[in-house]
């Protein structure tokens, strides 16, 4: 299914070279209607990198090739579906939530709660393992790499499209991509100025995508290097797991999110139970892993 998707990559440079950006899409300046979303494409380059190493991986270790189409199915579909509904039910409280009906925040083409996304294609992942008969501790940890490299892209998105997920003021005095405006992204940058900048149009936001897309890079090339090390089952999953839920809830102090779960974000919240529960689970996983190849 997703090999036929190929040829359509080509189309990618081709669309952006006939494109302006405004108001965080690419509007075709050949077709007045035509337009995509940077973070939809972005999305897509994050499901085909999968893919890729998918088709490079499972054949090393065994597992059916065809078997990571259904995966990544339900990686984009539990994904997307995930994230909305979380989303919706982050901006419950919010102004933004009162200016549109349920409907037309979950069928909006903006909005996605990376969490809930991750949770919800989790459990379908972890399900179609169970009816394959596949260890489920050994096929995510066989699909780690491949999230910390989708997570590259996608976090990328919201640098493209300016969607508002970035951080307050920067005054490091950094230059980009470390720093950035987004007066034609999908947020109103005139907004943020005033809220954040005293309207200062030369003011720039922390470029909080850009530190996670890095962070998540660098877990990517780690896991990559030891994706042969014969380490405890989902020992590799529950690492990355805890590294990006550290990040996650650090880089939240400088986001913009609202403190509305005991004092923190939502996010932080979930990246503290994510944190003891993946700790916990790693350091279990190496004790006794350490006991058993001990001689009796």
């Known amino acids: 299914m997703f090999r036929r998707l190929k040829p359509l990559l080509i189309l990618i440079p081709v669309f952006l070279t006939a494109c302006t950006y405004q108001d965080g899409m690419l509007k075709s300046t050949i077709v007045s209607w035509a337009q995509v979303s940077p973070y939809g494409i972005t999305m897509a380059l994050a499901f085909y990198s999968s893919f890729l190493l998918i088709e490079r991986e499972f054949p090393r270790v ?75 501790l050994f096929g995510i940890d066989t699909l780690t790499p491949m ?52 309207g200062n149009l030369a003011a720039t936001a922390i470029n909080t995508p ?19 090390k014969n380490w405890p089952l989902g020992s590799k999953f529950f690492l990355y ?6 990040f996650r809830f650090s880089i939240e102090f400088i986001r913009l999110n609202p403190r509305d779960v005991f004092g923190v974000s939502q996010a932080q919240f979930l ?19 350490g006991k058993m190849e001990k001689p009796s």
């Open 62 to 136: 065994g597992l059916n090739v065809k078997l990571g189409d259904y995966i990544l199915l339900a990686g984009v579909l539990g994904g997307i579906i995930g994230a909305k509904i979380a989303y919706v039910f982050e901006i419950r409280n919010t102004p933004e939530f009162l200016q549109g009906s349920l409907w037309s925040h979950l069928f909006s083409g903006a909005g996605l709660t990376w969490y809930g996304g991750f949770i919800l294609a989790a459990l379908a992942i972890i399900y179609i393992f169970h009816k394959n008969k596949v260890n489920i």
């Open 147 to 198: 999230l910390a490299l989708g997570y590259v892209f996608g976090r990328s998105g919201c640098i493209f499209s300016g969607d508002g997920c970035y951080g307050g003021l920067c005054t490091w005095n950094l230059p980009a991509p470390f720093c950035m405006a987004f007066p034609n992204g999908a947020a109103s940058w005139s907004q943020w100025l005033a809220e954040h900048a005293g």
């Open 210 to 228: 850009f530190f996670e897309s890095a962070f998540s890079f660098l877990c990517f090339i780690f896991l990559w290097n030891v994706r042969k």
């Open 271 to 289: 990246s503290l139970i994510l944190m003891a529960i993946s700790l916990g689970y790693v350091i279990i996983a190496f004790k006794r892993h």
């Open 241 to 246: 797991l805890f590294l990006h839920a550290l």
